[in-house]
C-alpha cells in the first residue's frame, strides 16, 4: 500500500497542519491492569480524533493533482466528516457530508462549524452511505470512502509517531471501525520491523470484523447498534479485511458495559475524555488483562468527540466503586 519514505513523507505533510500527540504512561492504568501501558492520545488533535491525519493528506493530495476535484462528498458518524470539513476549510473546497440518524449532536455541530453542508438521512451508517452515493451523481463531487490508501496513510502517521517513541511494545490495542486506524498501525507496524502485537477491538452489538476473523472471510451482520459510534459497522471493506485477516493477531469483542467502563477508567485515572471507540481499546485490554499481565503494551485512544448528556447518561449506569 505504501513504504517507509512515503510515510516519512505523509508525517512531515501532516505535522504542518497536526502535531505530533502525547504518548503517556499513566500509573493509575497501570496499577490495576497489572502492566505497563501507554496511551496513544489521538483525542488531542484539532478535530479531537485521529481521523484529521488522513483528511490533511488526502487534501493535499487532491490540490496537487492535476485536476482536483470541485467537491467532496462522504458518509460518517462523525470522525471521518469532521477530518473532511476541517480540511475542506482549510483548502477552500466545498465539502458534503451525509449522517445517520440520532447521530451525535457534538458532532453534528463541529462538521457544520467547519463549513460543510450537512446532510442527516437514514437509520445507520450504510444506510447514509448509499446517500451519499447518489448524491455524488447530482452534485458531480469526488467521493471519500472511509477507507482509502491516501487516508490510510495519513492516519498511519499516528502510528508511526507512537512505535517510533514506544519501543518493545508487546501489544497494542486499537479500535476497529472501517479499518483506517488499524491497517495504519500494523503497515506501520511491518514497515519498522516490529515484532509488536496488534489486537483490534470491536463492540459485542458490532460485531462484523470480529465474526469475519474468526471465519476467514467477511461476514456482514444486519446492524451495528453499539454507543462507540466510530466502531458501529455492519459492512466491511474488503481491502481493510485483508489487512487486518493478515495483520492482527486476534480481535476481541467487548461489551457495552464495558466500554463505559473504561471511559471512566480515563476520566478518573487521566482526566481524559475518551468517546465510546475511543476507550474501546482500553475496554479490550481491560478484558485481557490476566493475558498481558507484567507486559508493554499500548492502547489507542483514538478520540474524545461525546456530547455531555450522553456521558452523563453512560456514567450514570455505572457502580462508582469500580476499580477497573
Known amino acids: 500500500m505504501f513504504n517507509l519514505k512515503e510515510l516519512e513523507q505523509a508525517a512531515e505533510i501532516v ?15 497501570c496499577q490495576p491492569l497489572e502492566c505497563d501501558v501507554w496511551v496513544k492520545h489521538e483525542n488531542h488533535t484539532p478535530t479531537t480524533a485521529f481521523k484529521v491525519r488522513g483528511g490533511v493528506y488526502l487534501m493535499n493530495r487532491l490540490q496537487g493533482s492535476a485536476n482536483p476535484p470541485t467537491g467532496l ?21 466545498p465539502i458534503t457530508i451525509v449522517v445517520p440518524e440520532n447521530n451525535s449532536e457534538d458532532q453534528n455541530r463541529a462538521i457544520k462549524a467547519f463549513g460543510a453542508d450537512l446532510i442527516i438521512y437514514g437509520k445507520d451508517f450504510q444506510a447514509a452511505r448509499m446517500h451519499s452515493l447518489k448524491l455524488q451523481a447530482k452534485y458531480g463531487y469526488m467521493p471519500i470512502p472511509p477507507f482509502c490508501r491516501d487516508l490510510v496513510i495519513g492516519v498511519a502517521t499516528y502510528a508511526l509517531e507512537f512505535l517510533s517513541a514506544v519501543r518493545d511494545l508487546d501489544t497494542v490495542y486499537v ?10 498501525l500494523i503497515k506501520t507496524r511491518d514497515l519498522l520491523g516490529l515484532k509488536t502485537k496488534i489486537v483490534g477491538v470491536v463492540a459485542e452489538d458490532a460485531p462484523t470484523f470480529a465474526l469475519s476473523f474468526e471465519a476467514g472471510k467477511i461476514i456482514n451482520t444486519d446492524s451495528a447498534n453499539t454507543l462507540a459510534d466510530g466502531v458501529a459497522t455492519s459492512e466491511p471493506m474488503e481491502e481493510a479485511f485483508e489487512m487486518i485477516l493478515k495483520g492482527a493477531e486476534r480481535i476481541v469483542s467487548v461489551s457495552e458495559q464495558q466500554i463505559i467502563s473504561a471511559m471512566y477508567q480515563y476520566y478518573q485515572a487521566t482526566h481524559n475524555l475518551a468517546e465510546g471507540a475511543g476507550a474501546i481499546s482500553l475496554a479490550g485490554l481491560t478484558k485481557e488483562r490476566a493475558l498481558m499481565k507484567g507486559k508493554k503494551v499500548g492502547v489507542i485512544l483514538s478520540g474524545g468527540n461525546i456530547d455531555f448528556d450522553r456521558f452523563r447518561d453512560y456514567m450514570a449506569t455505572l457502580n462508582f466503586n469500580y476499580k477497573g
Do not use: D, E
Not at 497536526?18 to 493509575?28: E, I, R
Not at 479500535?175 to 495504519?184: E, F, Y
Open 73 to 93: 462528498i462522504s458518509a460518517t458518524r462523525g470522525n471521518h466528516g469532521q477530518s473532511l470539513s476541517f480540511s475542506g476549510k482549510r483548502a477552500g473546497m
Open 175 to 184: 479500535p476497529v471501525g472501517m479499518g483506517s486506524g488499524i491497517c495504519g
Open 15 to 29: 505535522h504542518r497542519v497536526v502535531q505530533p500527540t502525547l504518548q503517556n504512561n499513566w500509573a493509575q492504568l
